[in-house]
């Protein structure tokens, strides 16, 4: 350890004279290096996309020169083509060196972080809709159309995807990049749930004329159905990047939980309709956008008594995205049901049929739900855009609002 120690500083002290010529032509020209995370499906297109709505709003952005340089793990080749299509992507061995010395010398305005410009959490694009940076040739797109056809969607016919969440993805492509501190991907488990529960509403929009097609990359479990127009894609020796990347920007809309893909459809103007939500992250931008979900409601491993939303924002894990400290305080996250997830399914066929889903009475316990979500939270937050909770979760639910 010490040895290599001491090599790092004998490079950073070789490289000063090109940290000190960036800083000294900084009046002239800000140069920016920014280290590109592409190792993860969502993250990779959150992070371009928000960089390039942002560049046009910030001038910081625009007035500086940023040298960005591939992450050393790519999790879609597809992305990354489209990707070098409007943005200049340097290979990370050019500047790695620079980037680190940088960080030595704690030159931090030469250094761009992304994930306060990341597309999704971003408020402002909540009820806009943006034209995507990102785009097919029309040689990708022909590709992709005969694929689909040979998955067994016909033409202009629409389909649908849904994804359920598994650890099996990070386990695989990712075995030991897990945060330190942590030790394991165990801290996402509360976002993983069983594609089988999604079965029973997968048949329901199959027999309201809809093709659905679940997605994903090394799942942990096949999708079985005797409907033709339920299609596990994600165990097909179909799916490959360019169709990953296709089926979830053309899609009529995405049922998911908790996961990256969900940003794709933001991204390309999709609805995406969340389910096994973690109650502590309802405020969630991409599900605000279209307004529909349903959570997991939180249990006391103890008692088995489930928490009401009061007693939750109260809590010491109000806001957590980490399965660890739900097992701390002694409280488990419970996966909604088939019947659950059957019922919000309804809902939503209602809502792009443009039908209404709520009566007098839905409307007042939504009313009482938010009034006690709104003592609790940080108005920033979520700037006062709330999504709309599934009717039917509500009212099977009512304990929530004790």
């Known amino acids: 350890m010490m040895i290599s120690n001491f090599f790092k500083k004998i490079f950073f002290l070789l490289v000063y004279p090109i940290v000190f010529l960036i800083c000294l032509i900084k009046p002239v020209i800000h140069i920016k290096f ?8 969502g993250d990779f297109i959150d992070q371009v996309e928000g960089y390039l709505w942002h560049k046009k709003k910030d001038k910081s952005l625009s007035n500086c020169y940023t040298i960005f340089f591939w992450d050393f793990i790519i999790s879609n080749k597809q992305l990354k083509k489209m990707t070098k299509r409007v943005m200049k992507v ?23 972080y992304l994930d306060d410009l990341n597309f999704s959490p971003s408020l402002q694009l ?11 040739t029309e040689k990708e ?20 995807c849904i994804h359920n969440r598994d650890p099996q993805y990070l386990e695989k492509t990712m075995p030991n990049d897990f945060p330190r501190n942590i030790g394991s991907w165990s801290y996402h488990n509360h976002r993983d749930f069983s594609v089988e529960t999604l079965k029973e509403s997968a048949e329901f929009f199959a027999s309201k004329g809809l093709y659905v097609l679940r997605i994903g990359t090394h799942v942990k479990e096949k999708l079985q159905s005797e409907n033709n127009k339920v299609i ?43 389910l096994n939500i973690s109650s502590t992250q309802i405020h969630d931008p991409r599900f605000c956008r279209y307004s529909l979900l349903i959570f997991k409601r939180l249990r006391n491993i103890s008692t088995g008594k489930l928490l009401s939303i009061r007693e939750i924002l109260q809590s010491k ?13 002694g409280v488990e996250p419970v ?19 443009r039908e209404k889903i709520q009566n ?11 009034s006690i979500y709104e003592k609790f939270v940080d108005k920033k937050k979520n700037n006062h855009i709330f999504p709309k909770i599934s009717p039917s979760f509500l009212k099977n639910n009512l304990d929530l609002l004790n």
């Open 90 to 112: 340097y290979p990370r061995f050019l500047f790695l060196g620079i980037y680190k010395a940088l960080l030595f010398y704690k030159k931090y305005d030469h250094i761009l």
């Open 360 to 370: 007098d009475e839905d409307l007042k316990i939504q009313k009482s739900f938010w």
């Open 126 to 136: 909540i009820n806009i809709k943006t034209k995507p940076h990102l785009h097919f």
């Open 34 to 41: 920014c280290d590109l995370y592409t190792r993860r499906f």
């Open 232 to 274: 596990d894609y994600a165990n097909t020796n179909f799916r490959n990047d360019l169709m990953d990347v296709f089926l979830l920007s053309k899609c009529k809309f995405l049922l998911s939980g908790d996961a990256g893909v969900t940003v794709f459809p933001m991204v390309f103007n999709k609805p995406i309709f969340g």
């Open 317 to 329: 894990f109000a806001y957590t995205t980490n399965a660890h400290t739900f097992k701390e305080n």
């Open 141 to 160: 797109i022909n590709k992709a159309k005969k694929i689909v056809n040979e998955l067994g969607v016909p033409d202009e016919k629409d389909w649908i």
């Open 335 to 353: 996966n909604n049901t088939s019947q659950e997830i059957l019922l919000y399914s309804q809902e939503i066929n209602k809502q792009i049929n």
